[in-house]
C-alpha cells in the first residue's frame, strides 16, 4: 500500500482513496453537472453547507472531493411538498469494507442507500463506477484503482427551497 492511499472512512464504508488521482478527476468539463447552472446545481451550489452535516462534509473534503462541484446532480422526483434530488461524484481508489450497496431481488438490482442525515433527508450509498449508469469521469491514471461512485439522495422541501433560492 502506497502511502498517498490511506483508507479512509466515508459513513460506514471504508476506501482506500488514490488522492491526487481523486483530485484530478473533480468537476470535469463533459460531465452533466458541469457548469450547470439549473436551479438545482444552484441550490447546492449556494446551500450545501447548511445542508450536509459537518462531518460528513468533512469526510469528504478529506478525500478531495469537489462538493459544490459534483458529477451529476438533478431532481428525480417531486411530490408538490418535497423533490428529492439525486448527487453523483467519484473518487478514485478501492472499497475495501462497507454495506454492499446492492440488493438482488425479483425485479433485478436495486441500490440501496445508508441513512446519513434525518432533516434533510439524505442517504448515500457507494459502489464501483462500472454498475453506474451514466456518464464517468476520465481517469487518465488507469493505475490509480478504480473509479467508486457516491451516490447521494437529498429531500428538501419547499420551504427549505424558498429560503435559500432567495437568499441565493
Ligand atoms: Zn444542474
Redesign the pocket.
Known amino acids: 500500500m502506497k502511502k498517498f492511499r490511506p483508507t479512509i472512512p466515508i459513513s460506514e464504508w471504508k476506501i482506500a482513496t488514490h488522492l491526487e488521482a481523486t483530485g484530478s478527476i473533480q468537476n470535469q468539463s463533459g460531465l452533466?453537472?458541469y457548469a450547470?447552472?439549473?436551479?438545482?446545481?444552484?441550490l447546492w451550489k449556494s446551500s450545501f453547507k447548511n445542508i450536509l452535516p459537518s462531518w460528513f462534509a468533512s469526510e469528504l473534503k478529506r478525500i478531495l472531493v469537489d462538493i459544490p462541484n459534483p458529477a451529476d446532480?438533478?431532481r428525480f422526483e417531486t411530490n408538490g411538498k418535497y423533490s428529492s434530488i439525486r448527487i453523483v461524484y467519484f473518487i478514485v481508489g478501492k472499497i475495501q469494507s462497507g454495506p454492499n450497496a446492492w440488493s438482488e431481488g425479483d425485479s433485478g438490482n436495486t441500490l440501496m442507500y445508508r441513512t446519513i442525515q434525518e432533516k434533510p433527508y439524505i442517504s448515500l450509498a457507494v459502489y464501483s463506477a462500472t454498475h453506474y449508469y451514466g456518464d464517468v469521469p476520465i481517469l487518465n491514471d488507469n493505475k490509480a484503482g478504480e473509479l467508486i461512485c457516491l451516490d447521494m439522495r437529498l429531500m428538501v422541501n419547499n420551504e427549505f427551497q424558498h429560503t435559500h433560492l432567495t437568499n441565493a
Open positions: 452533466p453537472a450547470c447552472s439549473c436551479k438545482w446545481c444552484s446532480l438533478y
